[in-house]
């Protein structure tokens, strides 16, 4: 189900961003790229899935690409900026201006 927005802060960074693992997981060629940029093996996978930094990472993954960015805002019912702000809220943000 996707996340819509509102007029209050109902999404949470951490949700959308287990919500984006799985949609990188769902397809086999996007997962087999963000394992490759990771570092990851299917075990590491698992085991970190859950840490802050690590879906921080998984939102920076998604925010590299502008389809990518579009294509995952669309199924989760967000806008492309609210992804971005989302991300400022995990550790490890870069510092964008």
Known sequence: MPIRETGRKAENAETVAIQALGWIAADEDRLARFMALAGLSV????????EPEFLGGVLDFILESEPLLIEFASVAGLKPDAI??????????????
Do not use: F, K, N, Y
């Not at 590491?44 to 859950?50: G, M, N, Q, S, T």
């Not at 702000?85 to 201006?97: D, Q, S, Y």
């Open 84 to 97: 971005v702000r989302l991300r400022r809220e995990l550790p490890g943000a870069p510092v964008w201006e």
């Open 43 to 50: 075990t590491e996978l698992r085991v970190r899935a859950a």
